[in-house]
Every structure is written in structure tokens, then in C-alpha cells.
């Protein structure tokens, strides 16, 4: 039986570059299942700039169809480089006018946060023990 999610219930998609090397998508997949295994009431998708598939469109279409109407999008890049800058606004704002029905933002990207930052100077002082 398929589960019926509540109107107001958010979602989050996962937006990364993309690659030629389907392996490089494995981290992404392992971040997915992370997410969906420590907040099982909280939809995740994946989505790609280029070269893999899904697109953010894609994406976005995927949990429309469960009925969800607030989406947040985390740009899984390390900084504000030309694609976010450029490409990213153009395609949210593509999203957001063939879905307008909904709720549709991004944070800034995660390589921007001082957690993630702080995450890896803690790995990278793991390593050397």
C-alpha cells in the first residue's frame, strides 16, 4: 500500500555537478541513504547538474507527484564557483516557474558551512592519529 504523505510535509533534493564516472555518484548515493535513514519521514532525492540523471527538474517532479509542496534544495558543492553562480539561479528559477504551485529553495552551498568545514578539519586530525 502506498503511503500517503501530508500536504505540508517538506522534502529535500540533494544537487550535485555530475560526472562522466557513474562511481563518482556513489558518496551521493550513500548521503541519500543517510539522510533517509536517520529522517525516514522526510522525502530525499538526488539531483545533477550535468551528465547524470536526475536533472533538479526531475527531481522536483519526482516528489510533486507525493503530493509534497515545500521543497528545500542543498547544493553539494564545496563553493560558489561558476555553476552556482551562473547555472544554479537559472535552473531554480526554470523549477520554480514549471512548478509554481510549490515551495522551492536552496541554501547555500554545503562547503560554505562552518560544520562542514569544521567536520573535515576533525577528519583531516583523525588521520593523522
Known sequence: M??????????????????????????????????????PDTPVELAFLELMQPSLSGAVQKIVTQGIKDIVVVPVFFGQGSHLRNDFPKILEECRSEFSEISLSATPAVGENLLVLQAIIDYADHSLN
Do not use: S, T, V, Y
Open 2 to 39: 502506498r503511503k500517503i504523505l501530508k500536504l505540508n510535509m517538506r522534502a529535500i533534493i540533494f544537487f550535485g555537478h555530475g560526472a562522466r564516472d557513474e562511481r563518482w555518484r556513489e558518496p551521493f548515493d550513500r548521503l541519500a541513504a543517510l539522510w533517509q535513514a536517520q529522517n
